[in-house]
Structures are given as structure tokens and as C-alpha cells.
């Protein structure tokens, strides 16, 4: 744990945990009184296995998720639904850079949009349905292969803003 984390973890609670509840008590009154009002709240493949390299990001997802499914029970007999997306790595400026495969944000919203229209309370999507799968029938392969995989990727990335390639 390096001397930042604290900071990391309180400035990922607060961005991703604190603001989304706050906003949602803010709007509470205009969304009791209006039909099919609709709350989505955004998570992670994360949720599922937590990345060890990002583990405030993670934590603040997962708050995140325990929370959204707290309100989908409570606010169930208003007429307010409470939705969760779970979304894969997105082509977005957050990971421009990255060296991993990654969803068109055209495509994750068209899936978004078709699970909403469905109905779903859940939208898993891309390959954060494998997370899901892999979290509940081989929770420490499913962590590990994750977190291998990622580690492997930073690696690349540093040696090739140094010019080197990496090779098995």
C-alpha cells in the first residue's frame, strides 16, 4: 500500500460512493412524485473480482452495488425502479491508454438501452457477464486470472513508454 491510498480510497468513496447517494436523497422528492421514475447507478465488472491493482476503485464499486440493491428493496413499493449497470472496460477517456480489450461506447450504450427497455434491474454487461459467472463458481480462479492479466498489462505499458516490447 503506498502512501497515497488513503487519499485514492477517500477520493474514490467520494466520487463514486457518497455523490451518486447524494444526488439520489437530493431528487428524492421530484422522483416520489413522478410515475416510472427510473434511478441507474453505474458499477463495474469490478463487483464482481475486485482488481488488487485498483482496489479503492473496486471497494467504492462494490459499496456502490450493495447500495443500489438497498434501495431497489426499499423504494419497491413506490414507483421508483433501481437499476444496476454493470459495465466491461469502455472505450472512454478514462481508459485511454489502456492496453486491453475494450467495449465502443456505441455498443455499451445500445445494450444499456435494450436491457432498460427490457426491463432488467441488472444489466451485466459485455464481459463482465463472465465476472459474474467466474465470482460465483471459481471466485479465486476467476481473482487471479483477473489480476494476472492486469499486472501483465501495466508491465507492457511501462516498458513501452521506454521504448521495449514484452515477450513470453
Known amino acids: ?67 443500489t440493491q438497498g434501495l431497489r428493496f426499499n423504494l419497491q413499493k413506490k414507483s421508483i425502479r433501481v437499476v444496476e449497470v454493470v459495465p466491461p472496460a469502455v472505450d472512454t477517456q478514462m481508459n485511454k491508454g489502456k492496453n486491453m480489450s475494450m467495449m465502443t461506447s456505441e455498443l455499451f450504450a445500445q445494450k444499456v438501452f435494450k436491457g432498460l427497455i427490457g426491463g432488467q434491474d441488472e444489466i451485466v454487461v459485455g464481459i463482465s457477464k463472465l465476472g459474474k459467472l467466474l465470482s460465483r463458481i471459481a471466485p479465486k480462479f476467476g ?26
Open 1 to 67: 500500500m503506498n502512501s497515497q491510498y488513503i487519499t485514492t480510497l477517500e477520493s474514490e468513496l467520494a466520487i463514486n460512493l457518497v455523490a451518486p447517494m447524494a444526488l439520489i436523497k437530493e431528487l428524492m422528492p421530484v422522483l416520489d412524485k413522478n410515475v416510472d421514475a427510473t434511478i441507474v447507478n453505474v458499477t463495474s465488472g469490478y463487483v464482481f473480482i475486485p482488481s488488487a491493482q485498483s482496489s479503492s476503485y473496486s471497494a467504492s464499486k462494490i459499496g456502490l452495488r450493495a447500495i
Open 143 to 168: 481473482f487471479k486470472k483477473m489480476n494476472t492479466d492486469e499486472e501483465k498489462q501495466r508491465m507492457e505499458m511501462r516498458l513501452a513508454e521506454v521504448g521495449l516490447h514484452y515477450k513470453e
